[in-house]
């Protein structure tokens, strides 16, 4: 029987779990599950993509995965998701993990005039018909762009390998509403909203670059936790988990070591 901790990682938006297993690939002592959120990948299909709805998906899939000790890591708009969990049902994790978490509005950061671009670009792809609004909201231009923004990395090599998974799996969405209302969700809510009431022991990983979050919207998230602490990895931005993923599991692993 494995004693370890079972450890639940939730991806960012638009991501798959393909998306975190570079960090998952270091806990191969534990029970590890990397979930496609609903509208997803092979996640579940909704009529409604809001976060009740995805909190309500987490908790039955944390019933059936869940351990003795149970780790939950949300990276991202995952970070969203986790904490709205946490939030509400703090009995049934132990530790909770925030990779790149959402402290503010995506709206009021510094990228805030993307972010309200992007809603146009998102709503366009739904007024399309089918074919086309999926075709729209796939463009590898469009794609390229979003991850030439996020990436900040000098490494070559590097970059071409998260333009690479970028191309492959930001596109796995069902379908241009269900990545419409997603991107609604994620810039309507951010762990600032839940942040005080959460009282599972808390880890935030910040990337020293973040400008979805920019690190002293980091802090002064931390500051509305009771129970948490903060790991900054520098230079890096919001892909940490592409960028330096073993800097990332390397403080996981310290973070639940007593669990």
Do not use: C
Request: no cysteine; aromatic share 10%.
């Amino acid at each position: 029987m494995n004693t370890s901790p079972t450890l639940i990682f939730i991806h960012g938006f638009r991501g798959t779990h393909h998306g975190l297993s570079l960090i998952a690939a270091h806990f191969s002592g534990h029970d590890a599950f990397v979930p496609d959120l609903p509208g997803f990948g092979d996640g579940p299909s909704s009529e409604l993509y809001n976060l009740e709805n995805y909190v309500a998906w987490l908790h039955g899939y944390i019933t059936a995965h869940r351990g003795e000790k149970t780790v939950l890591i949300g990276h991202s708009f995952g970070s969203i998701v986790a904490a709205a969990f946490a939030a509400a049902h703090p009995q049934m994790i132990d530790r909770l993990v925030l990779i790149n978490p959402i402290g503010a509005p995506a709206l009021e950061g510094p990228r805030g005039i993307l972010s309200k671009l992007a809603v146009g670009y998102y709503w366009v792809g739904k007024r399309l018909p089918a074919r086309a609004g999926k075709a729209w909201l796939s463009s590898r231009a469009s794609v390229q762009v979003m991850s030439s923004v996020m990436a900040k990395t000098r490494d070559k090599a590097l970059r071409r390998y998260i333009h690479d998974q970028h191309h492959r799996y930001f596109s796995q969405f069902h379908s241009a509403d269900s990545v419409y209302q997603g991107f609604l969700t994620s810039i309507s809510h951010s762990v600032r909203d839940v942040a005080p009431k959460i009282s599972t022991p808390t880890l935030l990983i910040a990337g020293e670059k973040d400008d979805i979050t920019p690190i002293e919207k980091q802090k002064e998230l931390l500051a509305l936790f009771s129970h948490a602490s903060m790991v900054v990895i520098p230079n890096v931005g919001h892909l940490t988990h592409y960028e330096t993923p073993d800097q990332v599991a390397q403080a996981i692993q310290s973070f639940i070591k007593d669990v």
